[in-house]
């Protein structure tokens, strides 16, 4: 297959296939890219409060800003993935300052 067969083939102009920017951003697969990102610092920043607070949860809180500036349907979700996120860095931050480590146990 030609570059220029590949180029009609694909919707573009043979002289913008080169070109990344004059392709068409396709907004459903932006918006569903967000609403993943929405639900996974949702997830992380859940799991994020168990174990792993202090990569979990700074993690949470970059997805859960990339998805809300991406102008996601799932604003709740990912308002909900930051908070989470946070809380997972304020418990962190209550483990070092109370036991002096990052890590915590259930029992004695």
Do not use: C, E, Q, Y
Request: net charge positive; hydrophobic share 55%; proline share 3%.
């Amino acid at each position: 297959m030609t570059l220029t067969a590949f180029a009609r083939r694909a919707g573009t102009d043979a002289a913008t296939t080169g070109n990344d920017a004059a392709r068409p951003i396709d907004p459903r697969k932006s918006t569903r890219d967000a609403d993943g990102l929405a639900v996974a610092s949702f997830v992380l920043g859940l799991i994020g409060l168990l174990v792993m607070n202090i990569v979990l949860g700074p993690i949470a809180v970059v997805m859960a800003v990339i998805a809300l500036a991406r102008s996601t349907a799932r604003r709740g979700r990912a308002l909900l993935g930051l908070a989470l996120g946070i809380a997972d860095l304020v418990v962190l931050g209550f483990l070092v300052t109370g036991n002096g480590t990052v890590s915590w146990s259930f029992g004695s």
